[in-house]
């Protein structure tokens, strides 16, 4: 057997390996966004929180100043009623006005940082609600993953035994460019082997099956006497696949 078949039968095993991979790493990234975004809900949530505690104690604060004014109104009323003249009790009139009006705009604060916390309130619960219901996709999110993980487990493991077994089978420096191929372009599609691709049989004209670059007849045969065969464009191992091997044979015949 020639090392790109060798290479092939370990190149076939990893894609079926990617495979079931994939679709766990989706559950997996699903649950992580979950996650995000709960944390995301979680820190909007104490930021408002700590929003709250802050008026709350401002609007605490107001309220004590007014109740402070009102009972120096009340003794200053107690002093009105108790005036011996008309001047003093003017003159408390006027003390009382002002604090009066000292009040009134105390309470129009108090009631504005009163109605922006039940605005931030309102926010809290509906970001409780958000959370709430983002903990419930979290939740299916989790089971999902754990299945896809349990589903894939066996046939995982088998593969796995097939891929220690086949990778003992190649030459150690094919299986460097071949690991090389596969840190570099083992995310793309036809990134470690692709499949020569027939475009003129007649004329000998091939292409790489990854680059779509024309590829020496020469190579071609060279594939076929079982050298290892790098496209010189793109990198990656190029292999006849059998149909195409079957008809050069018969031809050279
Ligand atoms: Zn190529």
Do not use: W
């Amino acid at each position: 057997m020639s090392v790109t078949t060798k290479l092939l039968r370990l190149y076939r095993v990893d894609q079926q390996i990617t495979g079931l991979q994939s679709r766990l790493k989706a559950a997996q990234r699903f649950l992580d966004e979950q996650e995000r975004q709960i944390g995301g809900l979680e820190t909007k949530r104490n930021a408002i929180d700590a929003q709250v505690r802050q008026l709350s104690a401002t609007a605490g604060n107001l309220e004590n100043d007014a109740n402070s004014i009102q009972v120096r109104i009340d003794t200053l009323r107690e002093l009105m009623n108790n005036a011996k003249t008309n001047k003093e009790y003017q003159a408390l009139l006027v003390e009382v006005n002002t604090l009066k009006a000292d009040k009134g705009k105390i309470d129009e604060q108090a009631i504005g940082y009163l109605e922006q916390i039940e605005k931030l309130q309102a926010e809290l619960a509906e970001l409780n609600t958000q959370k709430s219901e983002r903990e419930k996709v979290k939740g299916v999110a989790a089971t999902d993953r754990d299945q896809r993980a349990d589903e894939i487990r066996d046939r995982l493991e088998e593969l796995k035994k097939q891929r220690e077994h086949l990778v003992k089978e190649v030459p150690a420096d094919a299986l460097a460019i071949y690991k090389d191929r596969t840190v570099r372009f083992g995310d793309d599609e036809d990134g470690v082997m692709a499949a020569i691709h027939t475009h003129d049989f007649r004329r000998h004209e091939f292409v790489c099956g990854s680059c779509m670059m024309g590829i020496p007849f020469e190579s071609v045969l060279a594939i076929l006497k079982e050298k290892l065969t790098p496209c010189t464009s793109c990198g990656v191992i190029m292999f006849v696949e059998e149909d195409l091997a079957e008809k050069l044979t018969a031809k050279s015949k």
